[in-house]
């Protein structure tokens, strides 16, 4: 929104400041400035002068000699000007002034251009006559200008006056970024009130008086609003023995500043209105208006209604129309119809001034595909109270410009009043909301400045209408703090879990398994979670199984994204089939996912979202390659040496001698193996691909970040090499769990140095050799102890078959 400086010292005259320091504070207090322009840029030593007299030139055909008296002297000017006259004021800018430009443009707009004596054909010229063009602002500010030629000044000025200042070009134009939510500010009243707070100054809206003759308005108009839900107050007042003429200058000067053609004075004065209370105003010419009668209703389906601007516009049954007693003369809000356009021939006058449904307005507007200044204020949800006082302010006009005679009493269709809203002034939460320590009578002063009233006994705020985004304690807050300063607000640590500085529990455990798969060389990826149901089929998994119970989505954009997954490889596989596809030779991918498991079908509650991590692989690496990236993962998370690997046969999309759970102090954590081989090449893959899927809420349960430092080792160990003939069947891992179950305290680490099977062993047995490390923190060990253990240790894998090796 365009605000002339002028025009806001109109309200607020106390007000002394430089454009830079206005603009700098009202934006500190909420009010964004977009830019702003000096109207008086590069204009230096300009001022009225006299033209005494006119000779052409002797030497060119187009020029004119003129001696013109600037004050303090008389001096010499040729020009080629054809509309000056002898005793004509003009604007004279004197040798070593600036003008803003001509139509000759400047070789330095931000400089503007510098006029120098000179001599034109010979005859020496000490300045120069300006059109309003070389004044920088143009003939929409100034319609009495000449299309060609120099700016003749039509009021009373005399020589040496400022002629920057006579023009009314001493001014300033702000460009403000509203929000929707601040009505009150598309309006010149608004903004005024805004500064005047912010400079704590006293604001003096314009004084509305009483108008009116002795008549009745209600002799001329009737009006019925038949739909109040999109019109809650419709006002209207009659004016008759109209008189047409030009606004008066500073009337045209403020319009102007505001992008606003002036046209003429009833034109003017509803433009002026709407600019200055934020009002959208209409008149019609009452002889237009059939029946006297005014009836605000909806449209009907298939209407078709032609604006002033002469489109034919189509209408349905949610456009609301001002009509009169035979036919629609306006869509309501937006634009008038043409059948009811005001012309030079008017004699009697019906303003009008109402409130409209702003969602109704917006909506109606994009769908005729006409957008006006109206419409544009009244789809914000204008305040119904300012209706009428914008009524008051037009008829003063009205009377105080000559303009017509306005008829007593008004119009007022307002069957339910808007109520004021009143707020609990609640000092300590305001404090405890912004980090401050402001006084009650410091905040009750704030207030008092935007017309906010304090009511001390019921100890609440009184909201006045036009402050329709005040409505809870976070509102009010925000007032205390634009006024109190956002830049005298103290640094202050933010309340919550958040303020100790990390992340929640879930999202570091993520991160640290997804740092320890990037380690290992994988790269993360991201896959959909709708997926097909021929998923399964290419996973082989069987009819029935319980994988098949998917969501289906009831507005899929294919087949292809038809259901939700209930299981994570056909994305991993997706992608590593894609770089198959591409040749290439080594991939390691992992993904982060949810897989949704209903809780029935069809559902009657939200599914069980699950995060998965899934891990995939081919090229170089095997199984154990897999299984060795997984233990990282699981030691990062203080998982160490927690982890069970049970050999199953429970996922058909795996190789069936080549897959097992991984089970952490007993639960199922993730899955691991090879993908079964008629998998892979339903993926278009061959070769071995292995996979491994873990379940990270039950990683997050058992995960700990709990590390206990343990100092160098004091004192010596001592070893132990087992060499044991172990039946085939037998792994490892359940080997490792007796050397940790019956190791003890003592037992620092183990190591597996040796496999073998050949001849010297019996068929169907493996050796196995495995290096056992013993240590006591506080002393050195005995032989005795050791042995002890080892014992213990022997004696249990017998139970599996197991002996030494001889």
């Known amino acids: 929104m365009n605000t002339p400086i002028s025009w806001i010292r109109a309200y607020v005259p106390d007000l002394d400041c430089t454009i830079q320091e206005y603009v700098d504070k009202m934006t500190l207090s909420g009010s964004n400035v977009e830019c702003y322009e000096e109207l008086d840029k590069n204009l230096e030593k300009i001022v009225v002068g006299k033209i005494l007299s006119i000779e052409k030139h002797p030497d060119a055909d187009k020029l004119i000699i003129c001696q013109v008296d600037v004050g303090t002297e008389n001096v010499q000017i040729v020009t080629g000007a054809k509309n000056v006259s002898e005793g004509d004021l003009v604007p004279v800018v004197l040798a070593g002034g600036k003008v803003a430009g001509g139509h000759d443009g400047s070789p330095n707009p931000e400089e503007g251009i510098k006029i120098k004596k000179g001599k034109l054909r010979g005859v020496p010229s000490f300045g120069m006559m300006c059109s309003v063009e070389e004044l920088g602002t143009s003939r929409d500010m100034y319609p009495e200008a000449p299309e060609e030629g120099i700016y003749i000044f039509q009021k009373d000025v005399k020589p040496g006056d400022d002629a920057v200042e006579a023009m009314g070009?001493?001014?300033?134009?702000?460009?403000?970024?509203?929000?929707?939510?601040?009505?009150?500010?598309?309006?010149?009243?608004?903004?005024?009130?805004?500064?005047?707070?912010?400079?704590?100054?006293?604001?003096?809206?314009?004084?509305?008086?009483?108008?009116?003759?002795?008549?009745?308005?209600?002799?001329?108009?009737?009006?019925?609003?038949?739909?109040?839900?999109?019109?809650?107050?419709?006002?209207?007042?009659?004016v008759k023995n109209i008189k047409l003429a030009p606004s008066p200058e500073w009337m045209q000067r403020r319009l102007a500043a505001m992008g606003i053609r002036p046209i003429n004075n009833l034109v003017d004065i509803t433009n002026y209105v709407m600019e200055e209370y934020g009002q959208p105003m209409h008149a019609y010419d009452l002889d237009t208006i059939a029946g006297n009668e005014i009836i605000v209703r909806r449209a009907k389906d298939g209407?078709?209604?032609?604006?002033?601007?002469?489109?034919?516009?189509?209408?349905?049954?949610?456009?609301?129309?001002?009509?009169?007693?035979?036919?629609?003369?306006?869509?309501?809000?937006?634009?008038?119809?043409?059948?009811?356009?005001?012309?030079?021939?008017?004699?009697?006058?019906?303003?009008?001034?109402?409130?409209?449904?702003?969602?109704?307005?917006?909506?109606?507007?994009?769908?005729?595909?006409?957008?006006?200044?109206?419409?544009?204020?009244?789809?914000?949800?204008?305040?119904?109270?300012?209706?009428?006082?914008?009524?008051?302010?037009?008829?003063?006009?009205?009377?105080?410009?000559?303009?017509?005679?306005?008829?007593?009493?008004?119009?007022?269709?307002?069957?339910?009043?808007?109520?004021?809203?009143?707020?609990?002034?609640?000092?300590?939460?305001?404090?405890?909301?912004?980090?401050?320590?402001?006084?009650?009578?410091?905040?009750?002063?704030?207030?008092?400045?935007?017309?906010?009233?304090?009511?001390?006994?019921s100890n609440q705020l009184r909201i006045p209408s036009f402050r329709q985004d005040l409505n809870c304690m976070a509102d009010l807050a925000e007032e205390v703090a634009r006024f109190y300063g956002?830049?005298?607000?103290?640094?202050?640590?933010?309340?919550?879990?958040?303020?100790?500085?990390?992340?929640?529990?879930?999202?570091?455990?993520?991160?640290?398994?997804?740092?320890?798969?990037?380690?290992?060389?994988?790269?993360?990826?991201?896959?959909?979670?709708?997926?097909?149901?021929?998923?399964?089929?290419?996973?082989?998994?069987?009819?029935?199984?319980?994988?098949?119970?998917?969501?289906?989505?009831?507005?899929?954009l294919g087949e292809d994204f038809s259901i939700m997954r209930t299981v994570s490889l056909n994305g991993m596989m997706t992608s590593l089939a894609n770089n198959y596809s591409h040749r290439n030779q080594n991939v390691r991918l992992y993904e982060f996912g949810n897989i949704y498991i209903p809780k029935a079908l069809p559902l009657?509650?939200?599914?069980?979202?699950?995060?998965?991590?899934?891990?995939?692989?081919?090229?170089?690496?095997?199984?154990?390659?897999?299984?060795?990236?997984?233990?990282?993962?699981?030691?990062?998370?203080?998982?160490?040496?927690?982890?069970?690997?049970?050999?199953?046969?429970?996922?058909?999309?795996?190789?069936?001698?080549?897959?097992?759970?991984?089970?952490?102090?007993?639960?199922?954590?993730?899955?691991?193996?090879?993908?079964?081989?008629?998998a892979a090449?339903?993926?278009?893959?061959?070769?071995?691909?292995?996979?491994?899927?873990?379940?990270?809420?039950?990683?997050?349960?058992?995960?700990?970040?709990?590390?206990?430092?343990?100092?160098?080792?004091?004192?010596?160990?001592?070893?132990?090499?087992?060499?044991?003939?172990?039946?085939?069947?037998?792994?490892?891992?359940?080997?490792?769990?007796?050397?940790?179950?019956?190791?003890?305290?003592?037992?620092?680490?183990?190591?597996?140095?040796?496999?073998?099977?050949?001849?010297?062993?019996?068929?169907?047995?493996?050796?196995?050799?495995?290096?056992?490390?013993?240590r006591a923190q506080d002393r050195t060990l005995e032989e005795a102890e050791v042995n002890k253990i080892v014992d213990k240790i022997l004696e249990e894998l017998k139970t599996l078959g197991i002996e030494l090796r001889a």
């Open 169 to 238: 070009l001493r001014d300033q134009v702000v460009e403000f970024e509203i929000t929707s939510n601040r009505v009150d500010c598309f309006s010149m009243i608004g903004m005024a009130r805004e500064a005047a707070a912010t400079f704590r100054k006293e604001f003096h809206p314009p004084v509305v008086t009483k108008t009116g003759n002795g008549e009745d308005v209600n002799d001329f108009i009737k009006v019925t609003v038949e739909d109040t839900d999109l019109c809650p107050r419709y006002t209207a007042r009659v």
């Open 303 to 457: 209407d078709k209604f032609t604006t002033l601007d002469g489109e034919e516009r189509n209408l349905d049954s949610d456009v609301l129309m001002i009509c009169d007693g035979e036919k629609e003369v306006g869509l309501a809000g937006i634009m008038g119809g043409e059948n009811s356009m005001v012309t030079d021939d008017i004699k009697t006058l019906l303003f009008e001034a109402a409130c409209f449904n702003g969602t109704n307005i917006r909506l109606s507007s994009k769908r005729i595909g006409l957008r006006t200044d109206a419409s544009s204020k009244f789809e914000k949800g204008l305040d119904p109270e300012n209706a009428m006082a914008a009524m008051d302010r037009a008829c003063q006009l009205i009377e105080e410009l000559g303009a017509g005679e306005v008829i007593g009493g008004a119009v007022d269709v307002y069957p339910e009043p808007k109520q004021p809203v009143c707020l609990p002034l609640e000092v300590d939460k305001i404090n405890a909301l912004l980090g401050t320590n402001i006084s009650m009578e410091e905040m009750i002063e704030y207030f008092r400045r935007i017309d906010v009233e304090y009511d001390m006994n």
């Open 486 to 556: 956002y830049d005298n607000i103290p640094v202050t640590l933010p309340r919550g879990e958040a303020t100790a500085g990390k992340k929640p529990f879930k999202i570091r455990v993520e991160d640290i398994a997804r740092e320890s798969a990037e380690q290992n060389g994988f790269s993360g990826g991201m896959c959909y979670s709708f997926e097909s149901p021929k998923v399964f089929d290419m996973l082989l998994i069987p009819e029935g199984a319980k994988e098949r119970e998917a969501i289906k989505i009831s507005n899929p």
């Open 604 to 678: 009657t509650e939200l599914p069980e979202e699950r995060m998965q991590l899934t891990l995939g692989m081919y090229g170089d690496g095997d199984f154990f390659t897999l299984k060795g990236v997984l233990e990282d993962i699981l030691k990062d998370l203080g998982l160490g040496g927690a982890s069970e690997y049970i050999p199953t046969r429970e996922h058909p999309f795996m190789h069936p001698g080549r897959q097992a759970d991984v089970l952490i102090r007993g639960q199922k954590a993730a899955y691991i193996g090879q993908m079964h081989p008629q």
């Open 681 to 774: 090449e339903n993926y278009g893959m061959k070769g071995e691909v292995y996979v491994a899927v873990i379940d990270m809420p039950v990683l997050t349960e058992q995960a700990t970040f709990d590390r206990k430092y343990t100092g160098v080792a004091k004192f010596p160990a001592m070893k132990r090499d087992l060499s044991m003939v172990v039946k085939k069947e037998i792994f490892v891992g359940q080997i490792e769990k007796i050397f940790r179950d019956k190791g003890g305290k003592l037992l620092e680490g183990f190591e597996l140095f040796d496999v073998y099977e050949g001849d010297q062993i019996e068929k169907g047995y493996k050796s196995v050799a495995y290096s056992l490390t013993f």
